[in-house]
């Protein structure tokens, strides 16, 4: 989206972003197995000028069941 106006100069910007998730599998038959396990999102930005200062920061976090199928 363009506002039309001017920032009036450099924009800094810096982030970071990581994805880990840890999982036990087990299976029932060839065509079937169940799985357990935790999962983990961060992401984090930052944006500064002469203007503004502006932060934005995602951690999402959850345990895992899952039922796969095989065909």
Known sequence: MNS???EGGTVYLSQAHAD???SVIYRITRAVEAEAGYRLTYFFQHESSHEDDNTF???DNAFRLGLNFRF
Do not use: N, S
């Open 57 to 59: 920061q995602l951690i």
């Open 20 to 22: 880990a998730g840890v």
């Open 4 to 6: 039309l106006r001017k």
